[in-house]
Protein backbone atom coordinates (compact mmCIF):
# COMPACT_ATOMS: atom_id res chain seq x y z
CA UNK A 1 0.00 0.00 0.00
CA UNK A 2 1.49 3.33 -0.77
CA UNK A 3 2.08 6.37 1.35
CA UNK A 4 -0.87 8.81 0.19
CA UNK A 5 -3.56 5.67 0.37
CA UNK A 6 -2.56 5.23 4.12
CA UNK A 7 -2.80 8.56 4.37
CA UNK A 8 -5.80 9.18 2.84
CA UNK A 9 -7.51 5.98 4.72
CA UNK A 10 -6.41 7.20 8.19
CA UNK A 11 -7.64 10.79 7.23
CA UNK A 12 -11.09 8.82 5.81
CA UNK A 13 -11.36 6.99 9.27
CA UNK A 14 -10.83 10.23 11.04
CA UNK A 15 -13.31 12.00 9.34
CA UNK A 16 -16.20 8.85 10.38
CA UNK A 17 -14.81 8.80 13.87
CA UNK A 18 -15.07 12.18 14.53
CA UNK A 19 -18.61 12.40 12.71
CA UNK A 20 -20.02 9.70 14.94
CA UNK A 21 -19.32 12.21 17.74
CA UNK A 22 -20.87 14.79 15.84
CA UNK A 23 -23.82 12.67 15.59
CA UNK A 24 -24.18 11.73 19.36
CA UNK A 25 -23.66 15.51 20.21
CA UNK A 26 -25.81 16.79 17.70
CA UNK A 27 -28.44 13.92 19.29
CA UNK A 28 -27.32 15.83 22.66
CA UNK A 29 -28.69 19.10 21.64
CA UNK A 30 -31.47 18.27 20.15
CA UNK A 31 -32.47 16.58 22.82
CA UNK A 32 -31.65 19.41 25.26
CA UNK A 33 -28.83 17.02 27.36
CA UNK A 34 -26.69 18.68 29.71
CA UNK A 35 -23.34 19.28 29.05
CA UNK A 36 -22.68 16.15 31.33
CA UNK A 37 -24.77 14.01 30.35
CA UNK A 38 -23.52 10.38 28.76
CA UNK A 39 -24.18 12.18 25.37
CA UNK A 40 -21.61 15.13 25.45
CA UNK A 41 -19.15 12.37 27.04
CA UNK A 42 -19.28 9.71 24.83
CA UNK A 43 -18.75 12.56 21.79
CA UNK A 44 -15.91 14.09 23.50
CA UNK A 45 -14.16 10.73 24.04
CA UNK A 46 -15.47 9.55 20.38
CA UNK A 47 -13.28 13.01 19.35
CA UNK A 48 -10.25 11.93 21.25
CA UNK A 49 -10.11 8.46 19.23
CA UNK A 50 -9.83 10.73 15.95
CA UNK A 51 -6.86 12.48 17.30
CA UNK A 52 -5.28 8.82 17.14
CA UNK A 53 -6.11 8.11 13.57
CA UNK A 54 -5.21 11.57 12.51
CA UNK A 55 -1.63 11.44 14.19
CA UNK A 56 -1.47 8.60 11.63
CA UNK A 57 -2.75 10.10 8.77
CA UNK A 58 0.06 12.83 8.99
CA UNK A 59 2.68 10.28 9.32
CA UNK A 60 1.72 9.58 5.62
CA UNK A 61 0.90 12.86 3.51
CA UNK A 62 1.07 16.14 4.01
CA UNK A 63 -0.76 18.05 6.15
CA UNK A 64 -2.86 19.98 3.27
CA UNK A 65 -4.10 16.41 1.41
CA UNK A 66 -5.38 15.15 4.93
CA UNK A 67 -6.57 18.01 5.59
CA UNK A 68 -8.59 18.25 2.05
CA UNK A 69 -9.95 14.28 2.17
CA UNK A 70 -10.82 14.77 6.23
CA UNK A 71 -12.88 17.94 5.09
CA UNK A 72 -14.72 16.22 2.15
CA UNK A 73 -15.42 13.48 3.81
CA UNK A 74 -17.02 15.46 6.94
CA UNK A 75 -18.81 17.77 4.95
CA UNK A 76 -20.12 15.19 2.55
CA UNK A 77 -21.30 12.73 5.13
CA UNK A 78 -22.70 15.80 7.92
CA UNK A 79 -25.14 17.11 5.43
CA UNK A 80 -26.32 13.41 4.37
CA UNK A 81 -27.22 12.84 8.10
CA UNK A 82 -28.34 16.36 8.33
CA UNK A 83 -30.92 15.81 5.71
CA UNK A 84 -32.11 11.65 6.35
CA UNK A 85 -31.77 11.91 10.26
CA UNK A 86 -32.39 15.37 11.05
CA UNK A 87 -34.56 17.06 8.66
CA UNK A 88 -32.51 19.49 7.80
CA UNK A 89 -32.78 21.20 4.33
CA UNK A 90 -30.10 22.15 2.07
CA UNK A 91 -29.59 25.27 0.36
CA UNK A 92 -27.73 26.10 -3.24
CA UNK A 93 -24.24 27.61 -1.13
CA UNK A 94 -24.46 23.53 0.52
CA UNK A 95 -24.90 22.30 -2.87
CA UNK A 96 -22.18 24.14 -4.46
CA UNK A 97 -20.19 23.60 -0.90
CA UNK A 98 -19.89 19.76 -2.12
CA UNK A 99 -19.38 20.68 -5.78
CA UNK A 100 -15.87 22.36 -4.25
CA UNK A 101 -15.10 19.81 -1.99
CA UNK A 102 -14.65 17.52 -4.61
CA UNK A 103 -12.85 19.59 -7.19
CA UNK A 104 -10.11 20.01 -3.79
CA UNK A 105 -9.61 16.48 -3.70
CA UNK A 106 -9.55 15.58 -7.21
CA UNK A 107 -6.54 18.83 -7.04
CA UNK A 108 -4.94 17.76 -4.11
CA UNK A 109 -4.50 14.37 -4.61
Avoid: N
Avoid at 47 to 67: D, E, K, N, P
Wanted: aromatic share 16%; net charge neutral; hydrophobic share 65%.
Amino acid sequence: MTQALFGFTFAFITAAVVIAGDFVLKLAADGGKPVWSGYVVAGCVIYALSAIFWFYAMRHVTLAQAGVAYSMLTLLALCAIGVIWFDEQMALREYLGICFALAAMALIT
